[in-house]
């Protein structure tokens, strides 16, 4: 039982699976398919696989389980799918489960991508989407109801950082049935508590801080060992969204400094955060670790940290905050976060560009 390792070990240890060489780095499995020993062996392998068994590389692979056991152990979930890309587990966690017919509740604050499953894919084959204020418990009371299916939010908003109370919002889905599905980004495993506080389904888009370096598109659904296999497995794998086996080894190599990088990161983003905060060209800064911010409390209990990310306002609106962003010597201007290099965007003209202004 490894329920006692400390998180560090397990992001060195969890999951590994060694071959008959002994090797002590994890193994990378090139390989899109298997063999079988018989054909009696093929049939019983297509009728019931087990733990050590795989077919199809779209199905599972050995390099890619390993990351799905050590990000399940990290998280406090039973399981995980590993899938192409953080959006690929955001479509995959809510399409799998719901049906045209089917309510979901989700708050309004959310990146880009995610809204346009929500506003477009979903209610296209027939799903009903509400959506409220995350930080207003009363507007999620008002607006889940014995129909709905399903609530979606991020627990730590982007590119806002607006914070959703999951334990209180857990709680009126729960008292109707409906699965909690979060995307838990910017929290990271590291601060995340999202399964201790009520969530039954966690995505991430491990393109982010797992794989640190700005290598590889990459995403997780973290959840029940029943969800995961009986629900989001046959979705996943039949219609193509699982993670390739060298992306997944490349994530196994990052997750083993995760807690140190997100820990420093989030040390540097309060420091980043108190001094924008008294500059006379900043008139706003947002961020949870922060007094001032008014959600600090519930990061405080929810994270116990500020997160990684600092937002801020430059006096003189866009034609200076773009003269800020373009007189940068260390940070690289990109549309990434979570990675070891330091990084700004401006998510009004790039990511988030396609939201009307309000």
Known sequence: MTDDWKTRTKLVHEGIRRSQYGEMAEAIFLTQGFVYPTAEAAEARFIKTGEDEFIYARYGNPTTRMFEERIAALEGTEDAF???SGMAAVNGALTAMLRAGDHVVSARALFGSCLYILEEVLTRYGVNVTFVDGADLAQWQAAITPATKAVFFESMSNPTLELVDIRAVSALAHAVGATVVVDNVFATPIFSRAVEQGADVIVYSTTKHIDGQGRALGGVICGTREFIRKTVEPYMKHTGGSMSPFTAWMHLNGMATLDLRCRAMAASAAEVAAALSTH???TRVVYPGLASHPQHALAMAQMGSGG?????????????TFRFLNALKIASLSNNLGDAKNIASHPATTTHQRLPQE
């Open 308 to 320: 990684t990310l600092v937002t801020f306002e430059v006096a003189g609106g866009k034609e200076a």
């Open 82 to 84: 590993a899938t192409a």
């Open 280 to 282: 006379a060209k900043v």
